[in-house]
């Protein structure tokens, strides 16, 4: 099963280029911008019909300072999987569930070092949250990777 991620956060792209080595820090797990806005990058997994391996959409979400500094404080723990949830913010848009203009709620769960966090949206109506609860079709996934991999829209 193909997964997929986000660079950087959605807020990442609104800042102006010139600005971004003076605003932002970021690494392949975490990224603060403006020394305010917090980050942390997590698998959001869709399961697919059909398939025992979801799909993985590698995510940013926002985190309060405090539970940013919690997570790095656990970041480097070899087993973290017993750690609770933690609340934030999902800021990454994947197309065609999620626009990008409404943040949704999520809890990241840690897992052991060499895992990213699992993310776990609010079950609610939206269309992301609702993939993940029931699913999605396998032609869906390949869609995707069209639309990312090779820019193809339909």
């Not at 985190?63 to 790095?72: G, K, M, R, T, V």
């Not at 197309?95 to 809890?107: A, E, L, V």
Request: hydrophobic residues 40%; charged residues 25%; negative net charge.
């Amino acid at each position: 099963m193909p997964s997929l991620g986000a660079k950087a956060p959605l807020v990442f792209y609104s800042i102006p280029q010139e600005e971004v080595e003076k605003r932002v820090e970021i690494t392949s797990d975490m990224c603060v911008i403006d020394d305010k806005y917090f980050f942390v990058l997590g698998c959001l997994e869709l399961p697919v019909a059909g398939y025992h391996e979801p799909f993985v959409f590698n995510a940013w979400v926002s985190l309060s300072e405090n539970n940013f500094q919690l997570f790095i404080e656990r970041f480097e723990t070899e087993l973290r999987d017993h750690f609770e949830p933690m609340f934030g913010w999902l800021s990454s848009g994947l197309w065609p569930y999620y626009d990008g203009h409404q943040n949704i709620k999520t809890r990241i769960h840690f897992r052991n070092k060499g895992i990213r966090p699992f993310i776990e949206l609010e079950p609610t109506d939206h269309k992301l949250a609702r993939a993940q609860s029931e699913g999605i079709a396998p032609e869906k996934v390949i869609e995707m990777y069209e639309y990312y991999v090779h820019g193809k829209q339909s």
